[in-house]
Nanobody, 115 residues
Framework: QVQLVESGGGLVQAGGSLRLSCAASGIVFSIHTMGWYRQAPGKQRELVSAITPGGNSNYADSVKGRFTISRDNAKKTVYLQMNSLRPEDTAVYYC?????????WGQGTQATVSS
């Protein structure tokens, strides 16, 4: 079955960096668009970034220029490099795969940015 496992969250000060990873299994990873979402307390889950099989990416306006998504198809892993972090980036970050009518999520990893 499809499994997505995130890692790399933690506590950092404003201006710091974190690198999130999402390891996938149970799929032919290289043919799927992968996404990162986040959900802050009391807010809806929102798309942060996504990357196509060919490596094209898109970003939420709030993270453009600070976050970079990448993928390693050999390792079946998608990454989110987060730089210049702000307190408002504090959230649980989720890896996402949409496959047909199915929507798969990881368990999430907490990123907390202190001011």
């Amino acid at each position: 079955q499809v499994q997505l496992v995130e890692s790399g969250g933690g506590l950092v000060q404003a201006g710091g960096s974190l690198r999130l990873s999402c390891a996938a299994s149970g799929i032919v990873f290289s043919i799927h668009t992968m996404g990162w979402y986040r959900q802050a307390p009391g807010k809806q889950r929102e798309l942060v970034s996504a990357i196509t099989p060919g490596g094209n990416s898109n970003y939420a306006d709030s993270v453009k220029g600070r976050f970079t998504i990448s993928r390693d198809n050999a390792k079946k892993t998608v990454y989110l490099q987060m730089n210049s972090l702000r307190p408002e980036d504090t959230a649980v970050y989720y890896c996402n795969l949409k496959w047909g009518t199915n929507n798969y999520w990881g368990q999430g990893t907490q990123a907390t940015v202190s001011s």
